[in-house]
T-cell receptor, first 110, second 111 residues
């Protein structure tokens, strides 16, 4: 498995506060992805990156921004958290088409 | 219609049984497919990649039928540890490397 870590693993925050989730990889993979997973929706792509400073939107990008200043780090920011953003967030990386996932961050917005 | 559709199950089978899941996809331009397994409250883990007609890895066999636009996963000699949700995934046509995820099929292997 790719060496992928996510932090924090669990977070409870209040509506309206900004939140940043971090994904760190040690595999030197070019591609990195942020997903959210919710019951009944499966995995949905939020944003992805195809290189340092190169990012693009996924299918559910509203309310989220990302940054990638180094190959190994991909940050996801919820600019002003809402209850609808309560979810499990997974980071994934890949060198080609296969994607390898981090352990996830369980985020609750109250 | 979802781009990747799976029977959600659950499939309940005894240990040692053979079980098969089917997955259909709507975009005939999709070229590559994957099966992931996901344990409860854990991350998805890549089980198998399917780039041509099929792939086999031990007790697991994946087959691709492009004419009918479906992928199957066969598990032989089921183990208790095979209990999980199996996610069917299609690579989006084009160069963006986006994956299209099914909602998963739940498998419970019983003693």
């Amino acid at each position: 498995d790719a060496g992928i870590t996510q932090s924090p693993r669990h977070k409870v925050t209040e509506t309206g506060t900004p939140v940043t989730l971090r994904c760190h990889q040690t595999e030197n993979h070019r591609y990195m992805y942020w997903y959210r997973q919710d019951p009944g929706h499966g995995l949905r792509l939020i944003h992805y990156s195809y290189g340092v400073k190169d990012t693009d939107k996924g299918e559910v990008s509203d309310g989220y921004s990302v940054s990638r200043s180094k190959t190994e780090d991909f940050l996801l920011t919820l600019e002003s958290a809402t209850s609808s953003q309560t979810s499990v967030y997974f980071c994934a990386t890949g060198a080609e088409y296969e994607q390898y996932f981090g352990p996830g961050t369980r985020l609750t917005v109250t | 219609r979802k781009e990747v559709e799976q029977d959600p199950g659950p499939f309940n089978v005894p240990e040692g049984a053979t079980v098969a899941f089917n997955c259909t996809y709507s975009n005939s331009a999709s070229q590559s497919f994957f099966w992931y397994r996901q344990d409860c409250r854990k991350e998805p883990k890549l089980l198998m990649s399917v780039y041509s007609s099929g792939n086999e890895d031990g007790r697991f066999t994946a087959q691709l039928n492009r004419a009918s636009q479906y992928i199957s996963l066969l598990i032989r000699d089921s183990k208790l540890s095979d209990s999980a949700t199996y996610l069917c995934v299609a690579l989006s046509a084009g160069n963006n490397r986006k994956l299209i995820w099914g909602l998963g099929t739940s498998l419970a292997v019983n003693p």
